[in-house]
């Protein structure tokens, strides 16, 4: 398998934030936004952002940019499908997305989710810490796309249950504060402190 395409998650509403753009918090030198950039792009061929709204906030970034095409906010899944349809014009076969609130995630994603499906014999893969699975960190392939967006149409909206469905693989990886994730002040602040 080729090296998959990125697609950083950055879709949701960030209401315990105060809605907005929660990636363009500062945190240490950058963004958290700019620390998701800064991990994934190295393991990745090419990188993009799923968002909705005027992508031109995100201009700056010079990274392709794109939105939902299921209505409503219908979760981690439909900027999984977005990634899916991007990654299909680009003529790649799978994408890894991460989520745009989880500066520290391993260095070694991409290597481990594809070493895992590849183990397994499966095309999804998703990681997991003792904590639990972290379904928006995972290897996607891009001929599932069209069954994704049926299943999205009929009101599926929970990833586990759609990846279940279709065989998935588990990479573990040892620490859960690499996946630790920003939906607070108070967990900015502890980012902060983990830089």
Same mark, same amino acid.
Not at 48 to 58: K, M, S
Not at 105 to 113: K, T, W
């Given at each position: 398998?080729?090296q998959?395409?990125?697609?950083?998650?950055?879709?949701?509403?960030?209401?315990r934030m105060?809605?907005?753009?929660?990636?363009?918090?500062?945190?240490?030198?950058?963004?958290?936004l700019?620390?998701?950039?800064?991990?994934l792009?190295?393991q990745?061929?090419?990188?993009?952002?799923?968002?909705?709204?005027?992508?031109?906030?995100?201009?700056h970034?010079?990274l392709p940019?794109?939105?939902?095409?299921?209505?409503?906010?219908?979760?981690?899944?439909?900027?999984?499908?977005?990634?899916?349809?991007?990654?299909?014009?680009?003529?790649?076969t799978?994408?890894?997305?991460?989520?745009?609130? &989880?500066?520290f995630?391993?260095?070694?994603?991409?290597?481990?989710?594809l070493?895992?499906?590849?183990?397994?014999?499966?095309?999804?893969?998703?990681?997991? &810490?003792?904590?639990?699975r972290?379904p &928006?960190?995972?290897?996607?392939?891009?001929?599932?796309?069209?069954d994704?967006?049926?299943?999205?149409n009929?009101?599926?909206?929970?990833v586990?249950?759609? &990846?279940?469905?279709h065989?998935?693989?588990?990479?573990?990886?040892?620490?859960?504060?690499?996946?630790?994730?920003?939906?607070?002040?108070?967990?900015?602040?502890?980012?902060?402190?983990?830089?």
């Open positions: 398998m080729k998959p395409l990125g697609v950083i998650l950055a879709g949701g509403q960030a209401t105060g809605g907005g753009d929660k990636g363009f918090l500062p945190l240490g030198n950058g963004t958290i700019s620390h998701v950039i800064d991990r792009e190295p990745v061929d090419m990188l993009a952002l799923n968002a909705n709204g005027d992508p031109a906030r995100f201009n970034l010079h940019v794109v939105a939902d095409s299921i209505k409503g906010f219908a979760g981690p899944l439909s900027g999984v499908l977005a990634g899916l349809d991007w990654a299909a014009t680009q003529g790649a799978h994408i890894v997305t991460a989520a745009a609130d &989880t500066p995630f391993p260095c070694d994603l991409v290597p481990r989710l070493h895992a499906a590849e183990d397994a014999g499966t095309q999804i893969a998703l990681s997991r &810490t003792p904590d639990g972290h &928006t960190f995972g290897l996607w392939p891009t001929a599932l796309r069209d994704l967006r049926a299943a999205l009929d009101g599926l909206r929970k586990v249950v759609w &990846t279940d469905k065989g998935c693989a588990t990479a573990h990886f040892p620490d859960d504060a690499a996946f630790f994730n920003v939906n607070t002040p108070q967990d900015l602040e502890q980012a902060e402190t983990m830089l």
